[in-house]
């Protein structure tokens, strides 16, 4: 049964409950723009936020009408660079009061805020840039996935090396034969999904005056303000906020394999062994994936390997010298006819490259991601990391982390049910309850 509120019911709501957020049935609606350009509102106004709305308003075909952020120092340092937008603190406040005035939302949130925000968004009928990872939960996921396509509304996941040159290029050598039929890959980054002696720390900090530290923690369950812990820069490591190394790169580095061998989801997933912590992500991992074969990969199943925290793959894998100097971060896809090493942001190469030493690169044009999810949102049509497309790659990146936490198991994973077949505990870890006052229509059970 569709939910019925009306604007003036939601604006006492959020006044007289302070917590309770959105329940608003899905409706299109967009601002009229006196100029022609789009009428966009930015969460988060800092760090990958601030650098996200940057990029959006270079298109030079964007009003930015609202900033919200929980930090006012942040806030007000992007109130400045946007002198013409109305500034929030409270992300549903800003929904509520925007809502007529605005076409589109980007989300550069901590992790665990991304699927909150924008959900309500999408269920506001609003164009939305979510960064990476997706969500912060494998449920999140699937469900603002199908809440986009409902919605008609143009998406994109910050994921903006998928429009580099780099990564076309290597996208297009793999499906132009370059290597033949692939028959597995590794993937790996040198970033730390943690500290060893990273604990959470006793008791508690004074929250600085500037900072609304209840609004910070949002759906998470609540714990006490510790001054250099969580905000600005290292909540990434804790399992409540964000989602370890292989949710911040994973996304990136998964991406032109993805793409290039239009990988759907996975089969099974296993983590291996190792000392897993109760709150923060293991330091480092292995991850390995399985995945339904296609039409460019050798077999029935491909396998891919993630690993993190400097751990890398032997070059030998690859039929490589064991000397072999690989990137800090980067992918070797293994193909029947060579390899194809794709260090993180830089140029693919071909190897051995005694081989491939008169191969022609295609030549390939760089895409501006923000500028592309702009012009799609003023004139239709899709973006290149549109959510049907990032939503599964953020499920199977996620799923690694489930993994972790089941350290040892093969997960057996039933995409089409959203279920762990083998392991029914594991399923308790693909999504969780809301922090009580804060459910979020389409997410909350």
């Not at 049935?25 to 709305?53: I, M, T, Y």
């Not at 298109?59 to 660079?81: F, H, I, P, R």
């Not at 239009?262 to 994936?289: C, D, F, N, T």
Request: net charge negative; glycine share 10%; hydrophobic share 40%.
């Amino acid at each position: 049964m569709r939910n019925r509120i009306t604007r003036r019911r939601f604006m006492k709501q959020v006044a007289g409950a302070g917590l309770a957020l959105p329940l608003i049935a899905p409706r299109l609606g967009f601002a009229e723009s006196p100029n022609g350009k789009l009428q966009h509102a930015a969460v988060g106004a800092g760090g990958r936020g601030r650098a996200d709305l940057n990029e959006i308003v270079k298109s030079g075909k964007v009003d930015v009408v609202a900033l919200c952020d929980v930090d006012e120092n942040t806030l007000n340092e992007a109130g400045q660079a946007f002198p013409g937008a109305r500034k929030y603190r409270d992300w549903r406040e800003m929904l509520a009061k925007e809502e007529k005035n605005i076409d589109s939302v980007s989300v550069g949130t901590p992790d665990h805020m991304h699927a909150p925000v924008a959900m309500s968004a999408l269920r506001l009928g609003k164009h939305v840039f979510c960064e990476k990872p997706l969500t912060h939960e494998v449920y999140e996921a699937r469900q603002v996935t199908e809440a986009a396509r409902k919605a008609g509304v143009v998406t994109q996941m910050g994921i903006q090396i998928h429009s580099h040159v780099v990564y076309r290029t290597a996208v297009r050598l793999i499906q132009d034969g370059a290597i033949g039929k692939v028959k597995e890959w590794h993937s790996w980054c040198s970033a730390h999904g943690s500290a060893e002696d990273l604990a959470r720390p006793e008791g508690e900090d004074p929250v600085p005056a500037h900072l609304d530290w209840d609004l910070w923690i949002g759906v998470a369950p609540f714990r006490p303000f510790k001054e250099d812990i969580y905000h600005p820069n290292r909540w990434r490591a804790w399992q409540d906020f964000g989602c370890g190394a292989l949710g911040d790169f994973g996304c990136h580095i998964f991406d032109p394999v993805f793409t290039a061998l239009e990988i759907g989801p996975p089969l099974s997933v296993r983590a291996e062994e190792m000392a897993m912590g109760k709150e923060v992500w293991p330091v480092s991992q292995v991850v390995h994936y399985e995945f339904p074969g296609t039409s460019m990969t050798s077999g029935k199943i491909i396998e891919g390997t993630w690993r993190d925290g400097g751990k890398q793959p032997s070059p030998e894998v690859a039929g490589l010298p064991k000397d072999f100097e690989l990137p800090k971060s980067g992918s070797l896809i293994i193909g029947e006819e060579g390899v194809l090493l794709l260090p993180h942001y830089d140029k693919p190469r071909l190897l051995p490259e005694e081989k491939f030493a008169n191969y022609a690169h295609p030549e390939v044009d760089d895409v501006n991601h923000y500028a592309a999810w702009v012009n799609a949102c003023l004139s239709g049509g899709k973006a290149p990391a549109n959510f049907d497309y990032s939503g599964p790659l953020a499920e199977a990146v996620l799923l690694g982390n489930v993994a972790a936490r089941m350290s040892g198991k093969a997960l057996m994973w039933d995409a089409a049910n959203l279920k762990v077949t083998n392991v029914p505990e594991a399923n308790d870890l693909l999504r969780r309850a809301y922090r009580e006052g804060w459910d979020v229509a389409g997410l909350s059970a």
